[in-house]
């Protein structure tokens, strides 16, 4: 014991210099560190200690006591401006009850978000994943694909925009546009106006979508999903599926693009959002984010954190679907073509994907129990191991 002594003091200043060491590297770095790390930690902490999110409720209710949204005679606070329609189409789901028609079946109404610019994004996809004929043909399934949009921002160009949109509706009759500038910020309005064209327009569909028009969707994978779920005992109700995100902290440094100051969101943390890139919500829950746009402040404009906090205050949690892509893109692989439902940026490359993909030999790849060893192993190559790409987390791979 008395012969250890030196040695103990020597490893006891060995850890006194060691832990000097770090406590510079951490304060020379604390910037860093606050931005990535403190910031992930006090808003886990929150997510998973405190969870409650119990001041939603209140912080977010409209204060004002003319709150009906649909009465668009009182539009002085600018969250409660009821923004016009300049291309629309009332019949795309069926009889608007005026002259006693019927609602169609719908399974899914699919709104795309994409701004005026995008024509050649909207041709792909019309001419891919998003042919309603095809699906109507090919899966027996009824689907509805609309456009959402505002107005091009600048106004220069705007007119000129303006007059080829309508050209291409005239061709497709697939736009919904509303007349607000169609900017990052305002991406909140687009979001109400999926929900609030859903009520009034399509509110018998079973299950609305909303997605990027960079992302490219398996609509084979997803229809039979979405059947799967219906033929449940319960049917599909209280679903909000997509790529989930759990205790995000608000981004607080200037520059993000994602920015969000103190005073629009003081909390440490996000309630639990699905990437805005993709998701999938069924009728029932489509009908209760309607109600929530109508009693909720919605200056945060931050479309996927507002949609996060309207389920929230209805009390409907995200549910976690592991081939719905966040950012990336999906490997190009026929073992994940046989799985995957979403991936995310694509915008040149959507028409020769939906050829890969839909291929009816892909699934001859995972036939049989050696095919499914194969696929397996060649998923956890693509999905687990870090320093390729990473779309699905690696749990996509064994399933
Ligand atoms: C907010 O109110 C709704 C009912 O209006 C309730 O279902 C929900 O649980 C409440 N949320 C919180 C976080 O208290
Ligand atoms: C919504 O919230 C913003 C920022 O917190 C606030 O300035 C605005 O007055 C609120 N609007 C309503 C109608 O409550
Ligand atoms: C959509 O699908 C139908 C049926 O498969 C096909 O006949 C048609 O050519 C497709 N449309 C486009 C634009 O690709
Ligand atoms: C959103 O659109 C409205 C209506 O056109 C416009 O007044 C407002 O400036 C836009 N907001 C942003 C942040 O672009």
């Not at 609602?103 to 019309?126: G, T």
């Not at 440094?253 to 993709?278: C, E, I, M, N, Q």
């Amino acid at each position: 014991m008395f012969m250890n002594f030196r040695r103990i003091h020597k490893c006891q200043c060995v850890q006194l210099l060691t832990t000097g060491l770090i406590l510079c590297v951490v304060m020379v770095c604390w910037e860093e560190l606050d931005h990535h790390v403190v910031s992930h930690m006090r808003s886990y902490t929150y997510r998973y200690l405190v969870n409650s999110y119990d001041f939603l409720n209140s912080s977010f209710a409209i204060t004002s006591n003319h709150h009906n949204r649909e009465d668009g005679s009182d539009g002085e606070d600018s969250e409660l401006v009821n923004y016009a329609y300049l291309i629309n189409h009332p019949g795309k789901c069926g009889g608007a009850g005026a002259d006693g028609k019927s609602w169609d079946d719908v399974l899914l109404l699919l709104f795309v978000k994409s701004s005026p610019e995008n024509f050649e994004r909207r041709q792909a996809i019309r001419d891919t994943w998003g042919n309603e004929s095809f699906v109507w043909s090919k899966l027996g399934a009824s689907v509805r694909l609309v456009f959402a949009l505002g107005v091009h921002p600048d106004a220069e160009q705007r007119s000129r925009v303006q007059s080829a949109l309508l050209q291409e509706d005239q061709a497709y009759g697939d736009l919904i546009q509303q007349n607000f500038l169609d900017t990052f910020h305002n991406l909140t309005t687009k979001l109400i106006l999926q929900f609030h064209w859903g009520h009034e327009y399509c509110p018998q569909a079973h299950f609305l979508m909303s997605a990027d028009d960079d992302i490219f969707v398996h609509m084979p994978n997803l229809v039979k999903y979405l059947r799967e779920l219906l033929s449940t005992k319960t049917g599909a109700r209280n679903l909000w599926v997509g790529h989930v995100h759990r205790g995000a902290p608000p981004v607080r440094r200037k520059k993000s693009k994602y920015h969000v100051p103190d005073d629009l969101y003081p909390w440490p943390s996000y309630p639990d959002y699905t990437a805005g890139a993709g998701y999938v919500v069924s009728g029932d829950v489509a009908a209760k984010i309607y109600h929530a746009t109508l009693v909720l402040n919605s200056s945060i404009y931050i479309d996927d954190v507002f949609m996060g906090i309207c389920a929230k205050a209805m009390g409907v949690s995200p549910q976690e679907h592991v081939y719905f892509s966040g950012e990336g893109k999906a490997p190009y692989h026929p073992c994940i073509y046989d799985h995957m439902i979403t991936s995310h940026g694509h915008a040149k490359d959507v028409r020769s994907l939906w050829q890969a993909a839909t291929d009816p030999t892909v699934h001859s790849h995972s036939r049989g129990f050696m095919g499914s060893l194969y696929c397996t192993a060649v998923r956890v190559m693509m999905l687990c191991l870090p320093y390729y790409q990473n779309t699905y987390s690696c749990m996509a791979a064994f399933t």
